[in-house]
């Protein structure tokens, strides 16, 4: 899979303590198998000159206290609160100057944030997406890049998630209906 560099983006979702760490809440050992993979990416990606954006789930303690329906506390517990530890990039896994790192809400790294204009400000127009809960954050920012015309090619070996069904499911939704699957070793950039 040939990759110009100018016009792709590799999106990190979510590889966060609370989620890849063991000490986080929502820890999940595959999770945290990704980091490695995940850091590979990165490295290759940078090294084409290519555009590093992660996401960061982040959520203010108060943020669903008036909530009609939509509650993630109340389906998950309490996590990634704002300024905690759990919040935060796995250190294996820090940003540099020039990558983009985006603070979400929800399960899209999309809904209320500045990365569509961001990607767009810089020519972006393939995203290679990566990082945890292959059924949750990634599925939901991968359906939504496509959504919004980017290409997103979801990364299989360097995704996190909680049970092998919840990566399966993914992944084959997002090749049958906005997206494109690959591996690792068939990222190549021109």
């Keep these: ?24 809440s929502l820890y999940a050992p595959d999770s945290e198998g990704a980091i490695e993979p995940v850091a590979g990416l990165v490295e290759r990606t940078r090294d084409a ?25 109340d389906r998950w517990g309490e996590h990634v609160l704002e300024g905690s530890w759990e919040a935060e990039l796995v250190e294996e896994l820090a940003p540099r100057e020039d990558d983009l790192v985006v603070e979400k809400h929800t399960y899209d790294a999309f809904h209320e944030t500045q990365l569509a204009g961001w990607l767009d400000a810089h020519g972006i127009k393939d995203l290679v997406v990566c990082g945890t809960l292959a059924n949750v954050c990634v599925l939901h920012t991968a359906s939504s890049a496509g959504l919004r015309d980017y290409r997103p090619i979801l990364v299989e070996d ?28 068939a990222v190549d950039f021109e």
């Design 1 to 24: 899979m040939q990759l110009d560099p100018r016009q792709t983006a590799l999106v990190v979702v979510d590889m966060q303590n609370g989620f890849c760490h063991p000490d986080g």
């Design 49 to 73: 000159g290519a555009s590093v954006v992660f996401t960061r789930d982040v959520h203010p303690p108060e943020q669903f206290e008036d909530a009609h329906y939509y509650d993630e506390f």
């Design 158 to 185: 360097a995704i996190g998630f909680i049970e092998d069904d919840h990566r399966e499911y993914a992944v084959e939704h997002a090749d049958w209906l906005f997206g494109e699957v690959t591996d690792r070793r």
